[in-house]
């Protein structure tokens, strides 16, 4: 039975204040995985706020060199020098506005695995590709460029989080029957290429998650969790979200 995740992607939101809040207030589910991923600049601090719990961070981004003159970057092994366990990588903002190309993806994941962080490979379509019947073959795209960046399996060690782009900070989520489409397709896609990996990698859902609609949600038999965006910045609405993946 995979265990279900709910993860914070607070974005270029936050502060020390907010961390300290979540700190004091977040309520931890009993049977769900939480994970927060706050700006690189608030990193260290939430991280030693959650030292002493089961609360995993992590980094919303890294460089794919471990060091050089990359300025205004951070390495995989900065993230795990500061004590977090994560990182995400590929999400569609990076891949869009700051020109993460499948080939840059890859790269950067193989670094965070070599760190001993666990990636969160985020992979989804455009409204374009969905609308032109592409929307797997982009998603499959994704997955590929990664494993073929690879000599041996990487499913083991990380998780996905499925995030339709047209539905990310758009207030326009997919539907439960869309979302669970695409994770079968997803974990059907990890059994072709790995060998009994596919039933334990969690594949996680993200795109305009909100406590309104996050049970409908998590009943679906592919979604093992969420990524959360903008609701994750209230820390009553996602306590409401963990609370709905705990039951």
């Known amino acids: 039975m995979r265990k279900p995740v709910v993860a914070a992607n607070w974005k270029m939101n936050g502060s020390l204040e907010l961390c300290e809040h979540f700190a ?21 601090s939430l991280t030693d706020l959650f ?6 961070t992590g980094a919303q981004n890294v460089w794919c060199e471990l060091d050089g003159a990359f300025t205004g970057e951070v390495s995989a092994n900065m993230v795990a020098t500061l004590g977090a366990e994560l990182a995400l990588v590929g999400h569609s903002e990076r891949r869009a506005m700051f020109g993460d190309s499948d080939e840059v ?10 760190a001993g962080l666990v990636p969160v490979l985020c992979v989804g379509e455009t409204l374009e590709e969905r609308e032109s019947d592409l929307a797997f073959e982009a998603v499959q795209r994704q997955l590929s460029a990664v494993e073929e960046a690879w000599d041996h399996p990487v499913y083991s060690h990380q998780a996905i989080a499925y995030e339709p782009v047209w539905a990310i900070g758009t207030g326009k989520a997919a539907t439960a029957e869309i979302a669970q489409e695409m994770q079968a397709l997803i974990r059907d896609h990890i059994d072709r290429r790995s060998t009994g990996e596919s039933q334990a990698v969690r594949i996680l859902y ?22 959360v965006g903008g609701a994750s910045l209230d820390v009553d609405e996602f306590n409401q979200i963990c609370e709905a993946v705990n039951s």
């Open 24 to 44: 004091r207030t977040l309520v931890r589910p009993e049977n769900a995985d939480v994970w927060i991923f706050p700006t690189a600049l608030h990193l260290g």
């Open 51 to 56: 030292r002493e719990s089961d609360i995993g």
């Open 105 to 114: 993806v890859a790269r950067k994941f193989k670094k965070i695995s070599d």
């Open 206 to 227: 993200g795109g305009s998650v909100k406590a309104t609609n996050a049970s409908e949600l998590i009943a679906q038999k592919d979604i093992d969790g969420f990524l």
